[in-house]
């Protein structure tokens, strides 16, 4: 992160290893038997670990199984401050290479606000009917910004 020693964003060496810790055991947990993704909620506190204090934009993807079982959490794209260029031909890709039934998009909005653009609409509508034509489904897409998150599944859009 670009942020100085007295910036408040900064978090001290001993909050950045036990968000890293935090992360590690909900991934863990996630990956257990018997663990799953079982709602919007679940899924926004893990996002909000993994993107909620990046200064630029991230668009990942959580790819499950058929009972909703994380395989894999995958940073997709990197983008600038505001925007961030997804290729559903690689998505497509690499839900094949999972053998994924179903996956949850996420992003970050570093400027606050949480709500979608037309933008995140458009490729949301795109991304989950390329995922339709080898049946893997879309659960939600989620924005987070800070420490709140938009669902789309919450929000019937999905």
């Known amino acids: 992160m670009n942020w100085t020693k ?6 001290t060496t001993y909050e950045q290893r036990a968000i ?6 909900m991934e863990r ?20 670990l993994k993107l909620s204090t990046l200064p630029f934009e991230v668009f990942a993807v959580l790819y499950v199984d058929s009972q909703n ?9 990197r983008g600038t401050l505001n925007q961030t260029a997804v290729y559903p031909r690689e998505i497509v890709k690499r839900a094949l290479m999972h053998n994924a039934a179903a996956v949850i998009f996420a992003h970050n909005h570093p400027s606050g606000a949480p709500e979608p653009s037309q933008a995140d609409r458009m490729l949301t509508d795109v991304l ?11 659960l939600d897409h989620v924005i987070v910004a800070g420490n709140r998150c938009y669902s789309f599944a919450e929000h019937g859009q999905i």
């Open 6 to 11: 007295n910036d408040p964003r900064a978090f």
């Open 20 to 25: 890293t810790t935090a992360m590690r055991a």
């Open 29 to 48: 947990v996630m990956r257990q038997p018997g663990s799953m993704l079982s709602s919007p909620g679940v899924v926004g506190s893990f996002l909000r």
């Open 69 to 77: 079982q994380l395989i894999a959490f995958e940073e997709a794209f």
């Open 128 to 138: 989950k009917r390329a995922l339709q034509l080898i049946d893997v489904a879309t």
